[in-house]
C-alpha cells in the first residue's frame, strides 16, 4: 500500500462533501506531475485530505483510492472550466481516480504542525514553491502523521 496527499479547497469539496457523497472522482488535475501520480496509484491506497487555500490549511481525514485509471471526464466537457480541446475519447489525455471517504480527523493537522514535524526533504508539501495538488507520501512519514493524528 501507498499513501498520497490530495488537495482540494473546502469551498469547491472538502471532506464533509466527501463523507456525504461516500465517493467521488478526483477531477480537474491539470498538471502533468499530478497526472502522473494519479496514474501510479494502486486500488486500496490511502490519501492524505488537505484542506488548501482556507485559514489554516490542513490534513482533515483520509481517503482511500477505490477505482484507478478513469480518464478524467471534465476533460472532454466544454462547458468545465478543466475542458482539454486536444483530448480526445480516443486518446485521452487526464486521467484520474476515484476515492471513497474513511474517516474525518476529530482536529486539523495544520500546516503549520506539519512544519513542526517533518522537514520540506520529508514531506514535498513543505517544499518551498510547492503547489501540486497530488503527491506521494513515503510510508514512514504517513505513519507518523496518523501518530500525531492520535495524539491530538
Not at 5 to 22: A, M, R, T, Y
Not at 32 to 39: D, M, S, V
Not at 41 to 56: C, I, K
Request: glycine content about 6%; aromatic content about 12%; hydrophobic content about 40%.
Amino acid at each position: 500500500m501507498n499513501y498520497w496527499l490530495l488537495k482540494s479547497e473546502p469551498d469547491v469539496f472538502g471532506i464533509d462533501d466527501l463523507k456525504k457523497q461516500k465517493t467521488t472522482i478526483w477531477d480537474g488535475v491539470r498538471n502533468y506531475q499530478a497526472r502522473n501520480f494519479l496514474k501510479a496509484m494502486q486500488v486500496g491506497d490511502l490519501a492524505f485530505f488537505y484542506h488548501s487555500s482556507t485559514e489554516p490549511p490542513g490534513i482533515v481525514g483520509l481517503c482511500k483510492i477505490i477505482e484507478t485509471n478513469l480518464a478524467d471526464p471534465s476533460q472532454f466537457d466544454p462547458k468545465s472550466p478543466y475542458f482539454d480541446p486536444g483530448s480526445t475519447v480516443d486518446n485521452p489525455r487526464w486521467w484520474t481516480v476515484r476515492v471513497g471517504f474513511v474517516e474525518k480527523f476529530k482536529r486539523m493537522l495544520t500546516l503549520e504542525l506539519l512544519r513542526q514535524n517533518f522537514s520540506p526533504d520529508e514531506l514535498i508539501l513543505l517544499r518551498r514553491g510547492n503547489r501540486l495538488s497530488v503527491m506521494p507520501v513515503a510510508t514512514d512519514v504517513a505513519e507518523r502523521i496518523i501518530a500525531l493524528k492520535a495524539s491530538r
